[in-house]
């Protein structure tokens, strides 16, 4: 079946820029997280939602950083007044009732110029 | 969330079998030990997972210490597509087990 999935793969913004990363995970899962990897890093946690609720956001760097899930399903990252530090991948992964375990999707590369 | 410490990097020859230790001295009862690889530029890929007892799946063995301060993560027959980084992570069971707290793990290079 499909796993999760991330649009865009890439995207290249200007600082001040304000950008949406989405993430589409796999159907009936009730867990999202959210991860940002720096190279050469491990992924870093952001936030976690069960449902359409965010059960732990104390990932998030700052108020410029918000995510939503408002219907239980598909999450969408929203960054405000980019900067440059921003630049980094973004990992999202679901996982299901019952399991921990997280199945990653392939994560949006955003470079903030 | 349990620290867990790796050596940043292991060399492998094709074929033989590569032993990724991971250190997890501060792990609660409830925490389970997991492995993820990631290759580059992909998202983390779930490998197997253990509470006390070694486990076995198509990909890898995991070797717990009894007293579960440490674990092992073998691949039987290492082949170049194993060169990835692989992660040790500890945390509980269940769907409301909520974050994982990734280290920098143990790159892997599998040469020929």
């Known amino acids: 079946g499909a796993g999760v999935s991330q649009t865009p793969s890439n995207k290249v913004t200007e600082k001040g820029k304000y950008v949406e990363l989405r993430c589409d995970p796999i159907?009936?899962?009730?867990?999202l997280y959210w991860y940002r990897q720096s190279l050469g890093q491990g992924p870093e946690f952001l936030i976690y939602f069960q449902g359409t609720g965010a059960a732990d956001d104390s990932g998030l760097p700052n108020d410029r950083f918000f995510a939503v899930r408002p219907e239980g399903s598909v999450s969408t990252l929203k960054i405000q007044r980019t900067e440059r530090g921003d630049s980094a991948m973004y990992l999202c992964?679901?996982?299901?009732?019952?399991?921990?375990?997280?199945?990653f999707g392939p994560g949006t590369r955003l470079t903030v110029l | 969330d349990a620290k867990t410490t790796q050596p940043p990097s292991m060399d492998c020859a094709e074929g033989r079998a590569a032993n990724l230790p991971c250190n997890h001295s501060t792990i609660s009862g409830n925490e389970y030990v997991y492995w993820y690889r990631q290759i580059h530029s992909q998202g983390p890929q779930y490998i197997i997972h253990?509470?006390?007892n070694n486990e076995t799946n198509e990909m890898a063995s995991l070797i717990i210490t009894e007293d579960r301060k440490s674990s092992t993560l073998i691949l039987p027959h290492a082949t170049l597509r194993d060169t990835a980084v692989y992660y040790c992570?500890?945390?509980?069971?269940?769907?409301?087990?909520?974050?994982?707290?990734f280290g920098d793990g143990t790159t892997l290079t599998v040469k020929p």
């Open positions: 253990g509470l006390k």
């Open positions: 992964a679901s996982s299901s009732t019952g399991s921990s375990e997280q199945f």
């Open positions: 159907s009936g899962h009730t867990a």
């Open positions: 992570i500890v945390r509980a069971f269940g769907t409301n087990a909520g974050k994982s707290t």
